[in-house]
């Protein structure tokens, strides 16, 4: 069951990151005639995570809290 879990998050994660991921790679190999290492792949995934939470969790505490205050108020 973790597994399956498991394998549907990296799943995700590599679907949300496919095109930064493409963008950096060949923009380092340009640069550096190598491949991205593992470490920065990491990293930019890591990033892609960061920024669909926030632009999800935000909005979402955001609703809560005003939803919260409305029920509050009246």
Sequence with gaps: MQRRVNDLFENLINRLA???LEQ???QYELQYDKA???HEIL???KGVVLRVGFF???PLLILFMT????GVST
């Design 18 to 20: 496919k095109k930064q």
């Design 56 to 58: 999800v969790c935000i």
């Design 67 to 70: 939803l919260m205050n409305g």
């Design 43 to 45: 990293e930019i995934k």
């Design 24 to 26: 950096a790679s060949r």
């Design 36 to 38: 991205l290492s593992a």
